[in-house]
């Protein structure tokens, strides 16, 4: 059995899944030699154009040389940008880039000076150069791929395992893109010995040169080539694969060389492969034997609405729509212009962006070259796209997990793998533009990849910072462990005694603040005045609570019609008194206590304490002083006027002075009985006796205070503020013995709860007073008429 070796040598081919053959179209364009356009006056150069961040090192203003580098920066993928042409730095801003998004980039505009001026270059052999050195040379020059991936090429050049096999890529399958043909042909020798610089930094045992048959010319140059290089024999060989795209893919051409599949999530160098671009190796013997880095490219501006199609040098920065001026453009109405091929190029958005290092193609069609878009319609599951798909992938299932958003199911089937080649697009009859779906996957797969490394790059900062902070609290209490220990060593027994018994003093003085309390005698004489009072004040309380409920119930007796004693109401009111009289005469007491036992010269809360029920009868009495001042003034007003005074109610029956002048009134009308009956003898012993009268009288007066009452009765339901200065119920309690207002006047007397003690008594002796004088008087009478 041949080996791998062995085949290719005989020029053995495997065959790649998938793919079509669209009309090549490229005969527009390679018919004529790679020229140069005019020096454009602005050139737009985005920082970075690949790898990782760049700072700039240039300023507003600042005159550049042609190729000077104009960024620095680290990092294993980045690379360097250089001026393309001489002149000076106008802006660093902002500016729309060469992106399907055209989202913006920071970029420095350079406006050209029309010299042309090269900075400094240093050519070189590889014989001067060892392989650390030239890679160096490659990367400060920032070669990058050429065929439209733009990867460091420094870092395919240095690989972690031994590389056997370098494929040069020159299939260009892509229609209308005739770049690398050219090239191939106008610059052969170049390009061999750029391949020579890989052979020495890779040593591998075979370089295959992959062209397909519809170069002929560039294919028939290449051998050329290398029967003239100095490379040694067999080594370098051209191999001529069969037309089909994407045969130009990195994976799909491996497969037709060598035959061997590279599996998923590897890449071809660990198969020991590298396979590398036509212009790539140009770029590199430019950067090594003349010393220039890469600034310019070969581009193919292409299509029936430019005049002069054909490959020309652009320097990298040079803006598109300065290109396609300078090719006589002349652009249709809803005209496009795709950056790359029909297959894989995507329109711009506007012309103002630059060319870039991956940028092989500008393609202006008319209308015949491409149909106008068509709308999407559903899918019929035909099952084209995964027999023309060249990753043996279901473009069906990725679409349907694409548009319904579902990234991680779409990626469960190897989107990842997808080289968005364009051909399930191709072959869609429902005009599904799928590649456009997978690769809005791809974003935000990306994006959400990017979100969780910087989330678990979080999270391992923050442990890190609680480890931190959890050794230093270790170190600390260790030092503060180690500090105690040192002292306690180097402490001697006499001070190891004085600190035991320092502690011990402060333990027991501790103990004695815990174990001391004030001395009780205080406290109970605060707090048993304070106690009568607060007892004295509930007993207050419910003896006005039950005077209005007996008011209520005296209220609806005198509705009834009845006059019976209320027996409960009075014994109420007799408890109630006697509460009173207990409570100032514990305050009393209290008072004299505190005024043997506190301190003269001090003032304590006891003493405060005491004086409280004090102030409280101090402000009874003046109550009762305001009260009867009151009730004067109002007689004073209803003697005045006397017919109001009969016909309504005083409302402070409760009076004292009102029970003298019922006492004054009923001695009067006596007197004038006594008198009348002296001059009538006759008339005195036919007509009923006094006593008699005078009973009927008081009879005739009670019925008026019980109807008075009731009015008032009526009068207190709708004001409650009034219905407590009108007389009680309890005015017709004496009724059957004749002693109205002097009962009246006690019953009052009693029932208020805002009189003191004194005034109740003096209450009851007027009364008693007033009704012993109308006794006498009724005697005195009855005397003189026997």
Not at 518 to 531: H, I
Not at 676 to 699: F, G, L, M, V
Request: hydrophobic letters at 40%.
């Amino acid at each position: 059995m041949l080996t791998l070796l062995e085949q290719l040598d005989k020029g053995v081919l495997w065959q790649s899944p998938g793919g079509i053959h669209p009309p090549q179209l490229k005969t527009l364009s390679n018919q004529t030699t790679i020229a140069r356009l005019p020096l454009a006056r602005r050139f737009v150069v985005p920082v970075p154009l690949v790898g990782e961040q760049a700072v700039l090192t240039v300023t507003v203003g600042e005159q550049v040389l042609k190729g000077q580098m104009l960024t620095e920066g680290t990092g294993f993928t980045y690379l360097p940008v250089h001026a393309p042409t001489s002149g000076k730095v106008v802006a660093i801003e902002q500016h729309a880039t060469n992106h399907p998004s055209s989202l913006p980039t920071l970029s420095c505009v350079i406006e050209a000076d029309g010299q042309d001026t090269w900075c400094e270059l240093i050519p070189h052999s590889l014989e001067q150069l060892s392989k650390n050195q030239i890679l160096d040379k490659i990367r400060n020059a920032g070669i990058a791929g050429m065929g439209g991936a733009a990867f460091p090429s420094h870092v395919k050049l240095n690989p972690a395992s031994e590389i056997d096999l370098v494929i040069i890529n020159g299939v260009e399958c892509e229609p209308y893109i005739s770049s690398d043909d050219r090239l191939m042909r106008d610059y052969s020798d170049e390009i061999l010995k750029g391949i020579g610089v890989i052979h020495h930094l890779l040593n591998p045992q075979r370089i295959i040169i992959a062209i397909e048959d519809n170069k002929p010319e560039a294919a028939k140059a290449m051998q050329d080539a290398v029967q003239r290089c100095t490379l040694p024999t067999g080594v370098v060989r051209v191999t001529v694969i069969p037309t089909k795209y994407p045969s130009g893919g990195e994976k799909q051409l491996i497969q037709i060389i060598t035959g061997k599949e590279v599996p998923s999530g590897h890449i071809p160098a660990q198969l020991g492969i590298v396979v590398h671009n036509v212009g790539t190796a140009y770029a590199i013997q430019d950067a090594i034997y003349q010393g220039k880095p890469l600034i310019e490219r070969v581009v193919t501006l292409t299509g029936e609405q430019i005049g002069q199609p054909g490959n020309y040098w652009l320097p990298i920065g040079t803006t598109i729509n300065d290109a396609l001026q300078a090719v006589s453009f002349s652009p249709s109405a809803a005209q496009k212009v795709i950056v790359g091929g029909p297959m894989m190029g995507y329109a711009l958005a506007g012309l103002d962006v630059p060319i870039l290092k991956g940028t092989n193609c500008l393609l202006a069609p008319s209308h015949h070259e491409m149909a106008p878009d068509v709308d999407e319609k559903a899918c019929i599951r035909c099952g084209e796209c995964a027999v023309a798909c060249p990753a043996l992938l279901l473009p069906q299932q990725l679409f349907w997990h694409a548009k319904a958003e579902e990234y991680d199911k779409a990626a469960g089937f190897n989107l990842k793998d997808c080289i968005e080649c364009g051909c399930c697009s191709y072959v869609c009859p429902s005009d599904i533009p799928l590649v456009e779906y997978y690769r809005v996957a791809k974003s935000a797969l990306k994006i959400e990849a990017e979100e969780k490394r910087q989330a678990e790059q979080a999270k391992i900062r923050f442990e890190a910072r609680l480890q931190r902070l959890e050794d230093e609290k270790n170190a600390r209490e260790a030092k503060a462990k180690e500090a105690a220990a040192k002292r306690q060593a180097s402490m001697k027994s006499t001070d190891k005694d004085a600190v035991a018994a320092a502690m011990a003093r402060i333990a027991a003085k501790k103990a004695q603040a815990a174990s001391s309390t004030v001395s009780p005698e205080v406290p109970q004489v605060a707090a048993d005045p304070k106690k009568a009072a607060v007892n004295a004040a509930i007993e207050r309380a419910k003896a006005k609570k039950a005077a209005q409920a007996n008011t209520v119930r005296s209220e609806n007796e005198l509705d009834t019609g009845t006059a019976e004693v209320n027996v409960d109401d009075k014994q109420a009111k007799i408890a109630a008194a006697v509460a009173r009289a207990k409570a100032k005469k514990a305050a009393q007491a209290n008072a004299e206590s505190t005024t043997q036992k506190a301190n003269p010269t001090e003032t304590t809360a006891a003493e405060t304490v005491l004086t409280t029920d004090a102030i409280d009868d101090k402000q009874a009495r003046v109550a009762a002083a305001v009260a009867k001042a009151k009730a004067k003034k109002r007689a004073q007003a209803n003697q005045t006027n006397d017919t109001t005074a009969k016909t309504e109610p005083s409302t402070e029956a409760i009076d004292d002075k009102q029970a003298r002048v019922a006492a004054a009134v009923a001695k009067a009308k006596a007197k004038k009985r006594a008198q009348a009956n002296q001059t009538d003898d006759t008339t005195a012993k036919t007509e009923p006796s006094t006593e008699a009268i005078d009973d009927k009288q008081a009879r005739v007066a009670a019925a008026v205070a019980k109807a008075k009452a009731k009015k008032r009765a009526q009068a207190n339901q709708t004001d409650d503020t009034t219905a407590k200065t009108e007389p009680s119920a309890e005015v017709v309690d004496d009724q059957s013995t004749g002693d109205i207002a002097p009962n009246a006047a006690l019953a009052n007397a009693t029932e208020s709860a805002d009189l003191s003690p004194e005034q109740m008594k003096k209450a009851k002796v007027a009364a008693a007073v007033a009704k012993a004088k109308a006794k006498q008087l009724a005697k005195r009478a009855e005397q003189e008429e026997q």
